[in-house]
Protein backbone atom coordinates (compact mmCIF):
# COMPACT_ATOMS: atom_id res chain seq x y z
CA UNK A 1 0.00 0.00 0.00
CA UNK A 2 0.91 3.81 -0.66
CA UNK A 3 0.55 4.43 3.05
CA UNK A 4 3.36 1.43 4.07
CA UNK A 5 5.77 2.88 1.87
CA UNK A 6 5.30 6.87 3.60
CA UNK A 7 5.39 5.50 6.80
CA UNK A 8 9.11 3.39 5.80
CA UNK A 9 10.46 6.63 4.86
CA UNK A 10 8.95 8.88 6.64
CA UNK A 11 11.04 6.23 9.73
CA UNK A 12 14.37 6.49 7.84
CA UNK A 13 13.78 10.61 8.13
CA UNK A 14 13.00 10.48 11.19
CA UNK A 15 16.02 8.00 12.43
CA UNK A 16 18.15 10.38 10.61
CA UNK A 17 16.74 13.63 12.08
CA UNK A 18 17.18 12.41 15.97
CA UNK A 19 21.24 10.76 15.04
CA UNK A 20 22.29 13.84 13.80
CA UNK A 21 24.50 15.86 16.51
CA UNK A 22 23.02 18.63 17.86
CA UNK A 23 22.01 22.24 16.42
CA UNK A 24 23.80 25.15 17.47
CA UNK A 25 21.55 26.33 20.82
CA UNK A 26 19.40 28.98 20.68
CA UNK A 27 20.38 30.83 24.09
CA UNK A 28 19.06 34.59 24.88
CA UNK A 29 15.47 33.36 24.59
CA UNK A 30 12.88 33.59 27.15
CA UNK A 31 9.47 32.30 26.34
CA UNK A 32 6.58 29.67 26.98
CA UNK A 33 5.67 27.93 24.44
CA UNK A 34 2.26 25.99 24.19
CA UNK A 35 1.47 23.55 21.35
CA UNK A 36 -2.29 22.94 20.66
CA UNK A 37 -1.98 19.44 19.45
CA UNK A 38 -4.67 18.08 17.41
CA UNK A 39 -5.24 14.55 19.30
CA UNK A 40 -8.55 13.64 18.34
CA UNK A 41 -10.04 10.70 16.13
CA UNK A 42 -10.34 12.97 12.86
CA UNK A 43 -6.65 12.20 12.75
CA UNK A 44 -4.97 9.12 11.69
CA UNK A 45 -2.08 7.97 13.92
CA UNK A 46 1.06 8.67 11.32
CA UNK A 47 -0.10 11.90 11.20
CA UNK A 48 -0.27 12.51 14.52
CA UNK A 49 3.10 10.68 14.79
CA UNK A 50 4.69 12.78 12.10
CA UNK A 51 3.09 16.48 13.69
CA UNK A 52 5.28 14.88 16.87
CA UNK A 53 8.05 14.54 15.19
CA UNK A 54 7.89 18.03 13.71
CA UNK A 55 6.95 19.83 17.44
CA UNK A 56 10.23 18.28 18.27
CA UNK A 57 12.56 19.28 15.27
CA UNK A 58 10.88 22.29 15.76
CA UNK A 59 12.05 22.49 19.31
CA UNK A 60 15.72 21.19 18.55
CA UNK A 61 18.08 24.35 19.12
CA UNK A 62 16.16 25.51 21.93
CA UNK A 63 17.89 26.41 25.32
CA UNK A 64 15.29 25.05 27.72
CA UNK A 65 15.19 26.02 31.97
CA UNK A 66 13.64 28.86 34.13
CA UNK A 67 15.59 31.31 32.55
CA UNK A 68 15.02 30.31 28.76
CA UNK A 69 12.73 28.55 26.69
CA UNK A 70 9.82 26.64 28.74
CA UNK A 71 7.25 23.99 26.82
CA UNK A 72 4.08 22.18 27.40
CA UNK A 73 1.31 20.44 25.42
CA UNK A 74 -2.45 20.31 25.44
CA UNK A 75 -4.35 17.72 23.87
CA UNK A 76 -7.25 18.72 21.86
CA UNK A 77 -9.65 15.97 22.25
CA UNK A 78 -13.79 15.48 24.15
CA UNK A 79 -11.82 17.18 26.87
CA UNK A 80 -8.86 19.22 27.21
CA UNK A 81 -6.01 17.73 28.58
CA UNK A 82 -2.80 19.17 29.59
CA UNK A 83 0.27 16.56 28.38
CA UNK A 84 2.83 18.48 30.78
CA UNK A 85 2.88 21.60 32.96
CA UNK A 86 5.62 24.01 31.63
CA UNK A 87 8.16 23.85 34.26
CA UNK A 88 8.17 20.24 34.12
CA UNK A 89 10.97 19.04 31.73
CA UNK A 90 13.96 21.91 31.22
CA UNK A 91 16.45 20.19 29.52
CA UNK A 92 16.32 19.23 25.77
CA UNK A 93 16.89 15.09 26.76
CA UNK A 94 13.68 15.22 28.90
CA UNK A 95 11.92 17.48 26.21
CA UNK A 96 12.49 15.14 23.58
CA UNK A 97 11.58 12.14 25.85
CA UNK A 98 8.50 13.98 26.65
CA UNK A 99 7.18 14.63 23.05
CA UNK A 100 8.22 10.61 22.57
CA UNK A 101 6.02 9.77 25.19
CA UNK A 102 3.31 11.87 24.19
CA UNK A 103 -0.18 9.03 23.52
CA UNK A 104 -2.82 10.39 20.84
CA UNK A 105 -6.15 10.23 22.97
CA UNK A 106 -8.92 10.66 20.01
CA UNK A 107 -12.45 11.70 20.97
CA UNK A 108 -14.11 14.86 19.32
CA UNK A 109 -12.44 18.24 18.07
CA UNK A 110 -13.54 20.16 20.53
CA UNK A 111 -10.71 23.13 19.67
CA UNK A 112 -12.77 25.82 21.52
CA UNK A 113 -12.50 24.16 24.81
CA UNK A 114 -8.73 23.11 24.70
CA UNK A 115 -8.26 26.81 24.29
CA UNK A 116 -10.60 28.16 26.86
CA UNK A 117 -8.95 25.83 28.96
CA UNK A 118 -5.09 27.64 27.50
CA UNK A 119 -6.53 30.77 28.51
CA UNK A 120 -8.28 29.94 31.82
CA UNK A 121 -5.47 27.17 33.25
CA UNK A 122 -2.57 27.20 31.42
CA UNK A 123 -1.46 30.66 31.11
CA UNK A 124 -0.73 30.49 35.05
CA UNK A 125 1.52 29.69 37.85
CA UNK A 126 -0.62 26.50 38.53
CA UNK A 127 0.89 25.20 34.81
CA UNK A 128 4.40 26.83 35.29
CA UNK A 129 3.74 29.70 33.14
CA UNK A 130 6.42 32.61 34.17
CA UNK A 131 4.81 36.11 34.83
CA UNK A 132 6.56 38.49 32.84
CA UNK A 133 7.78 36.60 29.65
CA UNK A 134 6.39 36.13 25.62
CA UNK A 135 3.70 33.70 25.49
CA UNK A 136 3.42 31.66 22.07
CA UNK A 137 0.71 29.01 21.07
CA UNK A 138 1.74 27.26 18.44
CA UNK A 139 -1.92 25.31 17.02
CA UNK A 140 -1.08 22.27 14.85
CA UNK A 141 -4.64 21.23 13.21
CA UNK A 142 -5.99 19.27 10.43
CA UNK A 143 -8.07 22.29 9.64
CA UNK A 144 -11.96 20.23 11.56
CA UNK A 145 -12.96 21.92 14.73
CA UNK A 146 -16.51 20.89 15.91
CA UNK A 147 -17.30 23.88 18.11
CA UNK A 148 -16.24 27.80 17.89
CA UNK A 149 -12.69 28.86 18.33
CA UNK A 150 -12.78 32.40 17.21
CA UNK A 151 -14.33 34.04 21.03
CA UNK A 152 -11.88 32.06 23.34
CA UNK A 153 -8.87 32.25 20.49
CA UNK A 154 -9.58 36.45 20.72
CA UNK A 155 -9.05 36.39 24.44
CA UNK A 156 -5.70 34.91 24.29
CA UNK A 157 -4.41 37.08 21.76
CA UNK A 158 -5.76 40.07 23.64
CA UNK A 159 -3.36 38.75 26.83
CA UNK A 160 -0.97 39.13 24.76
CA UNK A 161 -0.15 35.43 23.50
CA UNK A 162 0.85 35.25 19.82
CA UNK A 163 -0.86 32.64 17.73
CA UNK A 164 0.15 30.39 14.95
CA UNK A 165 -1.18 28.22 13.39
CA UNK A 166 -0.61 25.09 11.35
CA UNK A 167 -2.92 23.54 8.92
CA UNK A 168 -2.22 20.02 7.57
CA UNK A 169 -5.72 19.84 6.07
CA UNK A 170 -8.07 21.93 4.05
CA UNK A 171 -9.29 24.02 6.49
CA UNK A 172 -10.76 27.81 6.01
CA UNK A 173 -8.50 29.90 4.96
CA UNK A 174 -10.86 33.38 6.10
CA UNK A 175 -11.21 31.54 8.74
CA UNK A 176 -7.74 30.26 10.15
CA UNK A 177 -6.13 33.44 9.41
CA UNK A 178 -8.78 35.52 11.66
CA UNK A 179 -7.47 33.01 14.11
CA UNK A 180 -3.46 33.64 14.06
CA UNK A 181 -2.34 36.51 14.92
CA UNK A 182 -1.75 38.99 12.18
CA UNK A 183 -0.46 39.49 9.78
CA UNK A 184 -1.35 36.16 8.73
CA UNK A 185 1.22 35.28 5.94
CA UNK A 186 3.83 35.48 9.04
CA UNK A 187 1.16 33.55 11.61
CA UNK A 188 -0.31 30.78 9.22
CA UNK A 189 1.03 27.84 7.36
CA UNK A 190 -0.69 25.33 5.03
CA UNK A 191 1.34 22.21 4.27
CA UNK A 192 0.75 18.81 4.05
CA UNK A 193 2.00 16.62 6.44
CA UNK A 194 4.57 14.88 4.70
CA UNK A 195 6.06 18.28 4.12
CA UNK A 196 6.25 20.12 7.78
CA UNK A 197 9.51 20.18 7.63
CA UNK A 198 9.50 22.58 4.95
CA UNK A 199 8.21 25.36 7.20
CA UNK A 200 9.97 24.16 10.17
CA UNK A 201 13.18 26.98 9.72
CA UNK A 202 10.42 29.69 8.96
CA UNK A 203 8.44 29.07 11.95
CA UNK A 204 10.77 28.54 14.43
CA UNK A 205 12.47 31.93 13.40
CA UNK A 206 9.35 33.41 13.64
CA UNK A 207 8.76 32.16 16.89
CA UNK A 208 12.47 33.96 17.53
CA UNK A 209 11.48 37.20 16.79
CA UNK A 210 8.71 37.00 19.87
CA UNK A 211 10.64 35.63 22.32
CA UNK A 212 14.45 36.66 21.02
CA UNK A 213 16.35 38.61 23.76
CA UNK A 214 15.61 41.72 22.63
CA UNK A 215 12.03 41.31 23.93
CA UNK A 216 10.18 43.93 26.10
CA UNK A 217 12.19 44.34 29.58
CA UNK A 218 13.51 46.46 31.81
CA UNK A 219 17.75 47.31 32.33
CA UNK A 220 19.17 49.99 34.19
CA UNK A 221 17.11 49.52 37.39
CA UNK A 222 17.22 50.94 40.33
CA UNK A 223 15.88 52.20 43.89
CA UNK A 224 13.71 54.88 41.35
CA UNK A 225 14.11 54.37 38.45
CA UNK A 226 14.20 51.88 35.04
CA UNK A 227 14.83 51.80 31.82
CA UNK A 228 12.03 49.64 29.16
CA UNK A 229 13.37 48.80 26.28
CA UNK A 230 11.35 46.97 23.31
CA UNK A 231 12.15 45.51 19.53
CA UNK A 232 10.90 47.97 16.63
CA UNK A 233 7.23 47.38 16.21
CA UNK A 234 6.22 50.56 14.61
CA UNK A 235 7.74 53.41 12.64
CA UNK A 236 7.36 57.40 13.31
CA UNK A 237 4.83 56.50 10.84
CA UNK A 238 2.59 53.45 11.65
CA UNK A 239 1.95 54.75 14.95
CA UNK A 240 2.70 55.46 18.56
CA UNK A 241 3.40 53.09 21.70
CA UNK A 242 1.24 53.38 25.18
CA UNK A 243 3.08 52.49 28.81
CA UNK A 244 0.76 51.97 31.31
CA UNK A 245 2.46 50.90 34.64
CA UNK A 246 1.07 50.68 38.20
CA UNK A 247 2.96 48.64 41.82
CA UNK A 248 1.19 45.25 41.23
CA UNK A 249 -0.48 45.80 44.70
CA UNK A 250 -2.09 48.82 44.00
CA UNK A 251 -3.47 48.87 40.32
CA UNK A 252 -4.98 52.42 40.95
CA UNK A 253 -1.89 54.48 41.08
CA UNK A 254 -1.58 53.20 37.34
CA UNK A 255 0.44 56.05 34.99
CA UNK A 256 0.07 56.69 31.28
CA UNK A 257 2.56 57.39 28.93
CA UNK A 258 2.85 57.61 25.16
CA UNK A 259 5.84 57.67 22.77
CA UNK A 260 5.94 57.72 19.05
CA UNK A 261 6.61 54.94 16.86
CA UNK A 262 10.13 55.59 16.58
CA UNK A 263 10.98 55.27 20.07
CA UNK A 264 12.32 51.95 21.17
CA UNK A 265 13.24 52.57 25.09
CA UNK A 266 12.34 54.87 27.86
CA UNK A 267 12.75 55.61 31.08
CA UNK A 268 10.35 55.36 34.16
CA UNK A 269 11.60 57.61 37.23
CA UNK A 270 9.97 58.71 40.65
CA UNK A 271 9.06 55.11 41.21
CA UNK A 272 9.50 53.55 44.86
CA UNK A 273 12.20 51.88 46.11
CA UNK A 274 11.56 48.26 46.64
CA UNK A 275 8.15 47.95 44.75
CA UNK A 276 7.16 45.26 41.82
CA UNK A 277 6.00 47.07 39.13
CA UNK A 278 3.43 45.83 36.64
CA UNK A 279 3.90 47.52 32.76
CA UNK A 280 2.26 47.20 29.49
CA UNK A 281 4.01 48.51 25.98
CA UNK A 282 0.62 48.43 23.62
CA UNK A 283 1.45 49.16 20.23
CA UNK A 284 -1.02 51.39 18.36
CA UNK A 285 -0.30 50.58 14.56
CA UNK A 286 -2.65 52.29 11.48
CA UNK A 287 -1.91 49.39 9.64
CA UNK A 288 -2.31 46.33 11.69
CA UNK A 289 -2.58 44.61 15.00
CA UNK A 290 0.35 43.94 17.55
CA UNK A 291 -0.13 42.41 20.68
CA UNK A 292 0.69 44.09 23.91
CA UNK A 293 3.94 43.04 26.19
CA UNK A 294 3.61 42.79 29.96
CA UNK A 295 6.70 42.35 32.01
CA UNK A 296 7.04 43.12 35.81
CA UNK A 297 10.06 44.84 37.24
CA UNK A 298 11.05 45.63 41.07
CA UNK A 299 12.79 48.62 41.68
CA UNK A 300 15.90 48.29 44.33
CA UNK A 301 16.22 49.47 47.59
CA UNK A 302 17.01 52.61 48.37
CA UNK A 303 20.47 54.08 47.66
CA UNK A 304 21.37 55.09 51.28
CA UNK A 305 24.68 56.67 52.09
CA UNK A 306 26.26 54.54 55.37
CA UNK A 307 24.66 56.52 58.12
CA UNK A 308 27.39 55.35 60.77
CA UNK A 309 31.29 54.81 60.53
CA UNK A 310 32.57 53.85 63.83
CA UNK A 311 36.57 53.95 64.86
CA UNK A 312 37.51 51.20 67.57
CA UNK A 313 40.57 48.68 68.35
CA UNK A 314 42.90 51.34 67.68
CA UNK A 315 46.58 50.60 68.59
CA UNK A 316 49.75 51.86 67.12
CA UNK A 317 49.86 50.12 63.94
CA UNK A 318 45.98 49.36 62.84
CA UNK A 319 42.38 49.92 64.15
CA UNK A 320 39.13 48.75 63.22
CA UNK A 321 36.59 50.23 60.99
CA UNK A 322 32.84 49.45 61.41
CA UNK A 323 29.95 50.61 59.38
CA UNK A 324 25.92 50.48 59.01
CA UNK A 325 23.52 50.25 57.89
CA UNK A 326 24.58 46.94 54.97
CA UNK A 327 21.39 47.05 52.43
CA UNK A 328 20.93 43.94 50.37
CA UNK A 329 21.31 46.47 47.23
CA UNK A 330 25.04 46.86 48.14
CA UNK A 331 27.58 44.60 46.33
CA UNK A 332 30.56 46.02 48.40
CA UNK A 333 32.12 48.56 49.84
CA UNK A 334 35.60 50.44 49.69
CA UNK A 335 37.59 51.65 52.53
CA UNK A 336 40.12 54.79 51.30
CA UNK A 337 42.17 55.86 54.76
CA UNK A 338 45.19 58.02 54.51
CA UNK A 339 47.09 60.56 56.54
CA UNK A 340 45.88 63.89 57.66
CA UNK A 341 47.67 66.19 55.78
CA UNK A 342 48.70 64.35 53.37
CA UNK A 343 47.62 63.23 49.82
CA UNK A 344 48.87 59.42 50.33
CA UNK A 345 45.55 56.96 49.90
CA UNK A 346 45.30 53.22 50.30
CA UNK A 347 41.98 51.40 49.19
CA UNK A 348 40.59 48.10 51.15
CA UNK A 349 37.27 46.26 49.21
CA UNK A 350 34.96 44.63 51.18
CA UNK A 351 32.05 42.38 50.53
CA UNK A 352 28.50 43.57 50.72
CA UNK A 353 27.82 41.38 53.40
CA UNK A 354 30.33 42.49 55.57
CA UNK A 355 29.95 45.39 58.07
CA UNK A 356 33.37 46.35 59.04
CA UNK A 357 37.29 45.59 58.12
CA UNK A 358 40.28 45.74 60.35
CA UNK A 359 42.97 48.67 58.71
CA UNK A 360 46.46 47.99 59.50
CA UNK A 361 50.67 48.54 58.61
CA UNK A 362 49.63 52.04 59.44
CA UNK A 363 51.85 54.51 61.19
CA UNK A 364 51.60 55.37 65.12
CA UNK A 365 50.50 58.35 66.47
CA UNK A 366 48.87 59.22 63.30
CA UNK A 367 45.71 60.68 62.49
CA UNK A 368 43.73 58.99 59.40
CA UNK A 369 40.86 60.11 57.65
CA UNK A 370 38.81 56.99 56.52
CA UNK A 371 36.08 56.65 53.82
CA UNK A 372 33.62 54.51 53.36
CA UNK A 373 31.69 54.11 50.01
CA UNK A 374 28.52 51.93 49.57
CA UNK A 375 29.17 50.37 45.71
CA UNK A 376 25.47 49.40 45.11
CA UNK A 377 24.31 47.09 42.49
CA UNK A 378 22.54 50.06 40.17
CA UNK A 379 26.44 51.26 39.82
CA UNK A 380 26.04 54.22 42.26
CA UNK A 381 28.53 54.77 45.27
CA UNK A 382 27.62 56.92 48.25
CA UNK A 383 29.93 57.94 51.03
CA UNK A 384 30.96 58.69 54.80
CA UNK A 385 34.04 59.86 56.17
CA UNK A 386 35.37 59.82 59.61
CA UNK A 387 38.44 60.74 61.55
CA UNK A 388 40.83 58.04 63.58
CA UNK A 389 43.59 58.06 65.22
CA UNK A 390 46.90 55.25 65.85
CA UNK A 391 47.92 55.33 69.16
CA UNK A 392 51.76 56.11 70.62
CA UNK A 393 52.71 53.73 73.28
CA UNK A 394 49.37 52.92 75.58
CA UNK A 395 48.20 56.22 75.01
CA UNK A 396 44.64 56.68 73.14
CA UNK A 397 43.55 59.15 71.32
CA UNK A 398 39.63 60.22 70.46
CA UNK A 399 37.84 57.67 68.39
CA UNK A 400 34.92 58.18 65.63
CA UNK A 401 34.89 61.70 65.22
CA UNK A 402 33.06 61.57 61.49
CA UNK A 403 33.79 64.33 59.12
CA UNK A 404 32.50 64.91 55.88
CA UNK A 405 34.54 63.52 53.26
CA UNK A 406 34.68 63.25 49.66
CA UNK A 407 37.25 60.12 48.07
CA UNK A 408 36.28 61.45 44.44
CA UNK A 409 38.82 64.31 45.18
CA UNK A 410 41.20 61.72 46.05
CA UNK A 411 44.45 59.95 43.92
CA UNK A 412 43.99 56.31 45.38
CA UNK A 413 47.51 54.67 45.40
CA UNK A 414 49.47 51.26 46.63
Known amino acids: MPMQRWVHTTSLTTLFLFLLGPQPSLSDSEGDLLFLLD ?7 YEFSRVKEFIWDLMRPFTFGPNDVQTSIIHISTTPTMEFPFDRYLSSGTVQQAIRDTQQLMGDTNTGKALSYAK ?4 SDEAGARPGVPKVLVWVTDGFSTDD ?3 PMQLLKDMGVTVFIVSTGRGNYL ?10 EKHLHFVDVDD ?17 ANRFRAVDITSSSFRLIWPKLLSQETGYYTLEYAPIDDPGRKKTKQVSGAHTNLMLSSLAPETTYQVALIPESNMHYIPPQTTRVTTLAEEISPALVLISESKPHSFHVSWAPTPDSVIGYQILYGPLPGDSVKLLEVDGKRNSTAVENLAPNTTYLVTVTAIYKSGKEKSLSAKACTQEGEERCPEGDRAAGDPTQWSPHG
Request: hydrophobic letters at 40%; zero cysteines.
Open 120 to 123: EKFF
Open 149 to 151: ISE
Open 196 to 212: LSIITKELRDAILDVIQ
Open 175 to 184: ELSAAASQPP
Open 39 to 45: SSGSVSY
